[in-house]
């Protein structure tokens, strides 16, 4: 079955440092992959994503990610993280049906920043 | 322009009331979505509407759930006979295609008491 795991519940960085948050898909299609974030009360905002051609995609923010296949990985980047970035993570792979992509989302990373 | 926006943003029902969350999708999005958000827990899919037919509601968890979006635009989620385990965020998602990126509302948080 389909499904996004997202190994850290929670991430502790300090501001300025840079920021790294692991996600692993597991689909048999070639997968169209997403990243939003989340602040609280807030619905998700789309910070990324990834269909096809490069595999390293800019986002917003001054967010990246990198699709690697060969590990079903799509790890989202900073080099160096705002007080502002605090918030949950979400990743999610797009599960190809008949006529509409189903989105299946990990369960979350939460996001501090140490002043 | 206008987002998605959703109503009433907080809720609250005693065990057993029915409830109906309310969405309102960007203007001329063909796709609708619905996602419960548990505590502490990534969105989940509820069910899938392209215009105004209900194309997936494998995600509904019980038949007390129900969604309509009988014009192709403002949808509706009810909920009948609420119980606790269905306090948790509903999240309304639309998208100009079949397949593209969603836009999330900001969702209705629901508490069963």
Request: net charge neutral.
């Amino acid at each position: 079955a389909q499904s996004v795991t997202q190994p850290d519940i929670h991430i502790t960085v300090s501001e300025g440092a840079s920021l790294e948050l692991r996600c692993n898909y597991s689909y048999g299609a070639t997968p169209y992959l997403f990243w939003y974030v989340q602040s609280p009360g807030q619905g998700l905002q789309l910070l990324l994503k990834y269909f096809s051609g490069d595999t390293l995609v800019q986002g917003i923010k001054g967010f990246e990610a990198e699709f690697k296949r060969s590990q079903s990985s799509f790890n989202l980047r900073k080099p160096s993280v705002h007080w502002s970035d605090a918030a949950e993570y979400f990743c999610a792979v797009a599960v190809s049906k008949t006529s509409y992509d189903k989105v299946i989302f990990g369960p979350g990373t939460s996001l501090s920043v140490i002043p | 322009g206008a987002g998605v926006s959703q109503s009433p943003r907080y809720k609250v029902a005693k065990r057993g009331q029915d409830v109906a969350l309310r969405c309102d999708p960007i203007s001329g999005h063909v796709s609708l979505f619905w996602y419960q958000q548990a505590l502490g827990q990534g969105p989940e899919f509820l069910t899938y509407f392209q215009n105004e037919a209900q194309l997936d509601k494998s995600g509904l968890p019980s038949d007390r759930f129900f969604a309509e979006r009988p014009e192709g635009s403002v949808s509706t989620l009810k909920i009948q006979r609420t119980q606790q385990e269905d306090s948790a965020v509903y999240l309304c998602a639309s998208s100009p295609i079949t397949r593209s990126s969603q836009y999330f509302g900001p969702g209705t948080r629901l508490t069963v008491t």
